[in-house]
T-cell receptor
Framework: GQQLNQSPQSMFIQEGEDVSMNCTSS?????WLWYKQDPGEGPVLLIA?????ELTSNGRLTAQFGITRKDSFLNISASIPSDVGIYFC???????????FGAGTRLTVKP | DTAVSQTPKYLVTQMGNDKSIKCEQN?????MYWYKQDSKKFLKIMFS???????INETVPNRFSPKSPDKAHLNLHINSLELGDSAVYFC??????????FGPGTRLLVL
């Protein structure tokens, strides 16, 4: 299946810093989503993007659906220790239910 | 209120056994999914069910069979378990092609 290239693979930052991660693909996606997974838990939906160019915020999180429909980024501002976890991007093509995931960005926040 | 629930949370079993994992969602969604997450945290879709119809079936061994008694449940049966089946299995649900919501996962260990 179509792979999503997510970067960076891991990040180690200081509390209070801003974070940026992104996902790219060689194919067009109609939906981009960002999930966070805490240890021992299932992925939790953070932001869903349904329209090219869309910029959506959820508290300190901001995500954008790239205008080419082949990429998306997630920013976290003023990071806090509870932001620690694995962040996954996911994309859906052709309005079907087949959702593809990136490999995840592992975020560590030092107090 | 648990939106997507799975049982059991942990499952340890011997190679060759047959086991089932149950999933229930109370979101009123019409589509349910099973994902496998390997040791590197990569998420891969296995099945999805929409109105009791299997609409995605990736290259999953036929030892794995999803069964949906009704729209709110999608169980996963695994026959003749193998060592390589050890992973975390996540159930998810969505309304049509909108964002998917995940359960807490079932950690399967095959000895």
């Amino acid at each position: 299946g179509q792979q999503l290239n997510q970067s960076p693979q891991s990040m180690f930052i200081q509390e209070g810093e801003d974070v940026s991660m992104n996902c790219t693909s060689s194919s067009i996606f109609n939906t981009w989503l960002w999930y966070k997974q805490d240890p021992g838990e299932g992925p939790v939906l953070l932001i869903a993007l349904y329209k090219a160019g869309e910029l959506t915020s959820n508290g300190r999180l901001t995500a954008q659906f790239g205008i080419t429909r082949k990429d998306s980024f997630l920013n976290i501002s003023a990071s806090i220790p509870s932001d620690v976890g694995i962040y996954f991007c996911a994309g859906q093509q052709d309005n079907n239910n087949d959702m593809r995931f990136g490999a995840g960005t592992r975020l560590t926040v030092k107090p | 209120d648990t939106a997507v629930s799975q049982t059991p949370k942990y499952l340890v079993t011997q190679m060759g056994n047959d086991k089932s994992i149950k999933c229930e969602q109370n979101l009123g969604h019409d589509t349910m999914y099973w994902y496998k997450q390997d040791s590197k945290k990569f998420l891969k879709i296995m099945f999805s069910y929409n109105n009791k119809e299997l609409i995605i079936n990736e290259t999953v061994p036929n030892r794995f069979s999803p069964k949906s008694p009704d729209k709110a449940h999608l169980n996963l049966h695994i026959n003749s378990l193998e060592l390589g089946d050890s992973a975390v299995y996540f159930c998810a649900s969505s309304q049509e092609t909108w964002a998917q919501y995940f359960g807490p996962g079932t950690r399967l260990l095959v000895l």
